[in-house]
């Protein structure tokens, strides 16, 4: 994907979220104060059912695309999910503003709450440098957020007071919202029945919940992650201060960072292979056996592996990641590892450059060839998406090979089979 249409998804993204955060704040308000009939508003809906409607559109067709792919291993689970959160939208693309008085239907709108949810996760998973940050800014959101929906039934439970507007009935009720929620209870606006006095217990006991995870979640969650963090800077402050030293182009610097954030999305930076270096062999092992067992449990032909086979393999199989785009390597260079998919797909591109030959998935290998037949790479192989591969050096898999008949002939099968087509 080219910077310009990533650059292009993401304001579109940003666009969707502000739409959706402004329908979560305003439903709950019309469902208690009632669809207002300002002409703005019906221009505010309009735009909204009109955005949310082509980014169903936009989806769909991209879900239809990405179902057409073949692909050799594809998980048909993918796209169940894909097509849950799709039709989990459909109701907010409804345009109910146009409809006469369907104060009901506004709350289909809610929907988005599930993909605002799947946003925010996402940006948190993203935005790597601040994660810690984020966390805390998200905590904040949410907490106005239910704070808010909160005041929004206290409001439709209480009788005005005379003389109050929409706006005061609604302050007031957020002010009790705020105080129950934040256990401070001044006790000066009170449940006045049963209904409300319900109201107010579930109130307090999610108040009492949301201030306890509040106090020790983050400040728990912020210690971690700073420690993580100190390490990764002074990681990357020493990789910063070698590349300008050696002069690298900027370009390749941008890239290598990137890298390294990706490799902080996913293990807080931490490089598996060093940490297990430093560790007694017995350990080694089992620690490698328990970290690799959901990707082991990807691979067809490991499940009938011998435990000692998994165990060889286990501690020699090396994590990389790649990049959408990156060759993992290319037609003719010199075979030095096999590789295993553990997440992502990678296409196999034939010497033309163009022609893919095939696609493969999580639980797939492939480099096998060139280090059976001691011959250069056959194809280019190049990750379509974020790929976390293991890799398998040339002399423990020629060792493996040697030990284990099972494993070789099946690798060798299955290398006769690519080269038939
Ligand atoms: P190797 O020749 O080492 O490097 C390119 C790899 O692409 C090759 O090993 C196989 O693992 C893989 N490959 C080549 N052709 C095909 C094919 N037709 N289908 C699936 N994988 C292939």
Redesign the pocket.
């Known amino acids: 994907m080219s910077n310009g249409q990533r650059s292009r998804d993401r304001l579109w993204e940003m666009l969707l979220t502000a739409a959706t955060i402004w329908s979560v704040i305003e439903v709950p308000w019309q469902l208690e104060f009632g669809v207002s009939q300002r002409i703005s508003t019906k221009v505010v809906q309009c735009l909204l059912t009109a955005l949310f409607a082509i980014d169903l559109l936009l989806r769909w067709r991209h879900l239809w695309s990405s179902r057409r792919v073949t692909t050799?291993n594809a998980r048909r689970e993918d796209c169940p999910e894909s097509l849950w959160w799709l039709l989990s939208d459909v109701p907010a693309a409804i345009p109910f503003a146009l409809l006469p008085g369907p104060i009901g239907l506004v709350a289909l709108r809610m929907s988005r709450l599930a993909r605002l949810i799947q946003t925010l996760k996402l940006w948190r998973q993203r935005d790597i440098h601040n994660a810690g940050l984020l966390r805390l800014i998200f905590f904040v959101f949410w907490m106005l957020m239910i704070s808010h929906w909160v005041a929004c039934g206290w409001a439709a439970l209480r009788d005005r007071l005379p003389g109050d507007k929409d706006g005061m009935h609604y302050l007031r009720a957020l002010y009790w919202t705020i105080t129950t929620l934040a256990t401070v209870g001044y006790g000066d606006i009170t449940p006045a029945n049963g209904t409300q006095m319900l109201y107010a217990i579930m109130a307090m006991l999610f108040g009492v919940g949301l201030y306890g995870y509040g106090i020790g979640n983050v400040a728990h969650m912020l210690a971690n992650i700073d420690q993580a963090q100190a390490h990764y800077h002074a990681s990357l402050d020493r990789l910063s201060n070698f590349l300008r030293y050696r002069k690298i182009p900027m370009e390749l610097q941008q890239q290598i960072f990137d890298y390294y954030s990706i490799l902080w999305e996913r293990n807080l930076g931490y490089d598996e292979a060093v940490i297990l270096r430093e560790l007694p062999e017995v350990l080694r092992v089992e620690i490698a056996v328990a970290m690799k067992r959901e990707f082991i449990e990807k691979v067809p032909f490991f499940q009938g592996a011998s435990p000692q086979l998994l165990r060889e393999i286990a501690v020699e199989l090396h994590p990389i990641l790649f990049r959408p785009g990156d060759d993992v390597?290319r037609?003719g260079e010199i075979?030095r590892h096999i590789y295993f998919i553990s997440k992502g797909t990678v296409e196999?591109i034939a010497g033309d450059g163009k022609t893919v030959?095939?696609t493969?998935t999580e639980g797939s290998?492939?480099?096998?060839?060139?280090?059976l037949h001691k011959?250069p790479?056959?194809?280019?192989?190049r990750a379509v998406e974020f790929c976390d591969l293991y890799a398998l050096d040339k002399a423990t898999f020629e060792n493996i090979i040697a030990c284990f008949p099972d494993f070789a002939a099946h690798i060798k099968n299955e290398?006769e089979r690519?080269?038939a087509?």
Do not use: D, N, Q
């Not at 790479?377 to 192989?381: E, G, K, L, N």
């Open positions: 050799t390597f037609k075979g196999v030959l095939a493969l290998f492939f480099g096998e060839m060139a280090l011959r790479r056959s194809a280019t192989v290398a690519r080269a087509h």
